[in-house]
């Protein structure tokens, strides 16, 4: 029973521990300061997005969700988020991570035209998951 008890502390108190050693293990990515306030910027809009598709979505208005997924995330947002220049300072798996979750997004416009529900969930995820990647790998602060 101590036994127990003793693992139970040390795991608990453990985890977090291997968790913020999982955490400094992100790359850092230097970024000219005007370029991390912009990327942070567009950051936040990622995520205002993502909760506007939710809130289509559960309003049944697939073509407004693929419309706004297209546009903000999608292959047709690169020119807007000035892709291409701020691609120049990103490590290459980097790269491959923001497009695959701009790629993810434009699938999703595709999904969402369709209307059904539980393919348009399945798609919204595939995005959400590029951008855990990413959060996972790399950081600027
Ligand atoms: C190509 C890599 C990449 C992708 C893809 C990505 N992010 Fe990020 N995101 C980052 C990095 C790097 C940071 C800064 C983290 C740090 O330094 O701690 C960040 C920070 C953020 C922040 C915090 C912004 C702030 O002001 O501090 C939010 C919110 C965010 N991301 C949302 C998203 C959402 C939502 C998606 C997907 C739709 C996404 N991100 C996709 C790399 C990415």
Known sequence: MIKQ????ITITFL???AVNAAED???MVELPGHMKAHMLQNMRNHLVIID??????SEDKFDQAADIAESE??????HKHGAAHMAQ???KGMQQAG?????????????AQEGDLLDTLK???????SCTVCHAGYRVH
Do not use: C, D, E, W
């Open 89 to 91: 300072f990103y490590p």
């Open 25 to 27: 293990s992100r790359v």
């Open 99 to 111: 497009t695959n979750m701009h790629k993810s997004a434009s699938q999703f416009a595709r999904t």
């Open 52 to 57: 506007q598709l939710l809130a289509l979505i």
């Open 15 to 17: 985890l977090p521990l």
């Open 123 to 129: 798609a919204l995820q595939k995005i959400t998951a």
């Open 73 to 78: 995330l999608g292959m047709s947002s690169l």
């Open 5 to 8: 008890i003793i693992l139970a």
